[in-house]
């Protein structure tokens, strides 16, 4: 009799063991899905964290790219185009602007920088690189340079 209350007794407990270790394991599984889960959180944390970074720098910028995008449309001589414009990532209070685009003529080139100087939206414009032959191609790549002040820096 006394083994068989023995043996009753370590059944109830095995199958109580067994019972925890079912569940343990529902647990572990449910545990593990939440970790996953916060991981990809976490994941999704970091891209708009980046993503918002990339915004306050561009809001640092302020007016600066429709001014810029203004300046240059008022002051584009007619037999010129423009193949790319490039504003380079903030370094302090100011960034810097490329222009490249083509033209019937320097004496266009000339008069295109002589207004955008004018207009005070870009500094320091420069004529970087003047290529092309005017009796071949009948017109020419040029590139000018610029440095274009933030909001902050025109507060200044």
Known sequence: LMI?????RVYNQTNTLSATIVSL????????HKTHSLHDLNKKHDELKTTNDK?????????????????LSRTIPPTTWLKRLHLFPLQGTH??????????????????????KNTHSITNLKLASLQ???DQKNHLLFKLTGVVPTEKAQQE
């Open 4 to 8: 068989m209350l023995i043996q009753r």
């Open 25 to 32: 394991k529902k647990d572990n599984e449910y545990f593990e």
């Open 55 to 71: 915004l306050d720098r561009y809001s640092e910028m302020g007016g600066v790219l429709p001014s810029i995008l203004e300046a």
């Open 95 to 116: 960034q810097t602007l490329e222009i490249e685009g083509y033209t019937r003529s320097v004496k266009e080139v000339s008069l295109f920088i002589r207004k955008l």
């Open 132 to 134: 092309g032959d005017l």
